[in-house]
Structures are given as structure tokens and as C-alpha cells.
T-cell receptor, first 112, second 113 residues
Framework: DAGVTQSPTHLIKTRGQQVTLRCSPKSGHDTVSWYQQALGQGPQFIFQYYEEEERQRGNFPDRFSGHQFPNYSSELNVNALLLGDSALYLC???????????FGSGTRLTVV | GNSVTQMEGPVTLSEEAFLTINCTYTATGYPSLFWYVQYPGEGLQLLLKATKADDKGSNKGFEATYRKETTSFHLEKGSVQVSDSAVYFCALFYGGSQGNLIFGKGTKLSVKP
């Protein structure tokens, strides 16, 4: 049973560019959450998707947006990249309202 | 608001030493509490959890007890191994169907042979 799959694993972008990160949830899960983990910090909640809609959002600017598809997979888009957006981006899936989160291995984004 | 505070690291121990990593939380209501572990270059793995007061979570020799009176969930292990070297995150889950995980900043543990 595949867990959470994220792609790509590593990415280097230039300031001002846009990036799209992808996540396939664990089989049987219907909710996807995205987290940003800066170096040496704990994961910070970006937003959560369920039934193809953003249900909750953390304290992140509108440059961060997302999407969920009918097969529950999700994308995270970041526009106008800043150096400070460099981080590990983690995707987690769960069954709506349940505590059993499964995390992917993350996408390491470096903005230069 | 809801938050998690855990002891600053890094923590360096010799093999077979006793480990404690402190974690306290602030939450409205009664959250579930978790410890996650992150090995170098990897994502997060659930280590243990407790869903109500006085519950004890345990796994791989690690233990933590949900203490409502002190709003704490300290992680302990009686005898650490080199392979336990990792970053440990305390987290809480609140909000039911609207819930999400809130993490502490993490504590890096290094175990020397």
C-alpha cells in the first residue's frame, strides 16, 4: 500500500518564478494538508483541502495557493518566489476529521 | 490560540543514557497529542500518540503520558541508541472534522557511541 507520494523531491528556482509541487495521498485518504518546514524549524500549516476545496488556511500569503483533484491528489502553487520560501514542503493526508496523518518525504525547494 | 512548546536542542547523549524531551501545550478543549520523528533527509514518522488525559503512548521504547493538569506530554526513553539520533517533534491535533496538526519547533537528538 503506497503511502503519500510527493514530487519532485528537489527543486531549484529563481526569485520571482512560480513553482508547482504535487502530492498523491495515501490510498483511502480524502484530505490533504500542506506544511512548510524551514531549516531548523517545525512544520507550519499552510492549508488543507477536502472535496476539492480549501477548508482551512494557516498564516500564509495569497502567493500560496492549491488545488485538489477528484482523485484526491493535490498541488501546491507558489507565485513570485522569495528567498524566504526556501524550505521543505511536506504533504500529509488523512481521512476527514481523523487523526491518522501520513506524511510524504517532502519536496526540498531552494530559491536562489 | 493553540500552540506547542518543546525544549530547545540540540540534546547530546551517550548511548544507553536516559532521555527526556519536554513538551507543553496550550489548547482550547482536549486535543490529541503526538510525537513525530524525522530522520535526516526524510519526512515525518509518527512515533506515538495519546488521545485523552492520563493515556500513555509508547513505541520502540519511547513513552509519553498525557498530563492534563500540567498540559504536558514529555517524551522519555530509558536507554537511547545511536540509531535514535533524529529530530523529534511534539504536536497536537484539535478541531475534529476541521482539525489539523500543530507542531512544536523540534528537538534535535544526537546519541554518541
Amino acid at each position: 500500500d503506497a503511502g503519500v507520494t510527493q514530487s519532485p523531491t528537489h527543486l531549484i528556482k529563481t526569485r520571482g518564478q512560480q513553482v508547482t509541487l504535487r502530492c498523491s495521498p495515501k490510498s483511502g485518504h480524502d484530505t490533504v494538508s500542506w506544511y512548510q518546514q524551514a531549516l531548523g524549524q517545525g512544520p507550519q500549516f499552510i492549508f488543507q483541502y477536502y472535496e476539492e476545496e480549501e477548508r482551512q488556511r494557516g498564516n500564509f500569503p495569497d502567493r500560496f495557493s492549491g488545488h485538489q483533484f477528484p482523485n484526491y491528489s493535490s498541488e501546491l502553487n507558489v507565485n513570485a518566489l522569495l528567498l524566504g520560501d526556501s524550505a521543505l514542503y511536506l504533504c500529509a493526508s488523512n481521512l476527514r476529521g481523523r487523526e491518522g496523518y501520513t506524511f510524504g518525504s517532502g519536496t526540498r525547494l531552494t530559491v536562489v | 490560540g493553540n500552540s506547542v512548546t518543546q525544549m530547545e536542542g540540540p540534546v547530546t547523549l551517550s548511548e544507553e543514557a536516559f532521555l527526556t524531551i519536554n513538551c507543553t501545550y496550550t489548547a482550547t478543549g482536549y486535543p490529541s497529542l503526538f510525537w513525530y520523528v524525522q530522520y535526516p533527509g526524510e519526512g515525518l514518522q509518527l512515533l506515538l500518540k495519546a488521545t485523552k488525559a492520563d493515556d500513555k503512548g509508547s513505541n520502540k521504547g519511547f513513552e509519553a503520558t498525557y498530563r492534563k493538569e500540567t498540559t504536558s506530554f514529555h517524551l522519555e526513553k530509558g536507554s537511547v541508541q545511536v540509531s535514535d539520533s533524529a529530530v523529534y517533534f511534539c504536536a497536537l491535533f484539535y478541531g475534529g472534522s476541521q482539525g489539523n496538526l500543530i507542531f512544536g519547533k523540534g528537538t534535535k537528538l544526537s546519541v554518541k557511541p
